[in-house]
């Protein structure tokens, strides 16, 4: 069997905070290794660490203790504006709330993260973005506002923004969360889809069906890997 190059490489990785007196350990020396195209689970109950991970392996919180390696690069040892750079090149978010700007098309809110990171992107923004509407079955709604969509739509918009940098990593937040059986099964299956086309996924879930929709799953408890 192919060993497949790392894409993340976490050892020891733990995060602590203070609630009054009180030390906190969100992450307890947690060591894993994603492998590039792998579609990885990160399961476990309300508490237990997943999104702290999350937010760890996306360069949107720092290790109290531990190294990061993304791709080749040591993000636990970048500056705040560093990290945000990194991560806006990078690495793509899907959240639970899908986070879409209200005032902008669903067109323009796909294109936002380019303008961020300032990238040109290949066969020009317009066609790189009609090319994701066409991927995630929304090319007839680039010109609506997500308030004209319903919940599955605005999150496959969420999932099309997250890929317009065409990064190496897509991390997603309970991405079913807010979304009926039938409509996060359609979610499932487009992560399923984008995984068949080589990317690495990372996913905090609950739902049973996309944890096992993965290649693999990563179960926390108390801030450690069981």
Known sequence: MKELTPVVSAID?????????????AL??????IGQGEFVAVTGPSGA???????????????????LR?????????????RTRWRGQRIGFVFQNFSLIPTLTVAEN?????????RNLP???RARVDELLELVGLEHRRDHRPSELSGGEMQRAAIARALINEPELLLADEPTGNLDTTTGESIINLFKELHRKGLTILVVTHNTSMATAAERQLRLLDGRLA
């Open 49 to 67: 660490g997943k999104t702290t991970l999350l937010n760890i392996v996306g360069c949107m919180d720092a290790p109290t203790s531990g190294r």
């Open 13 to 25: 990785l733990s995060k602590s905070y203070r609630r009054g007196r009180e030390e906190v350990r």
């Open 70 to 82: 993304i791709g080749r690069k040591e993000v636990q040892d970048l500056s705040e504006r560093e």
């Open 28 to 33: 307890d020396s947690v060591s894993f290794e």
């Open 110 to 118: 796909v294109a936002l993260p380019a303008l961020f990171a300032r």
């Open 123 to 125: 066969r020009g923004q």
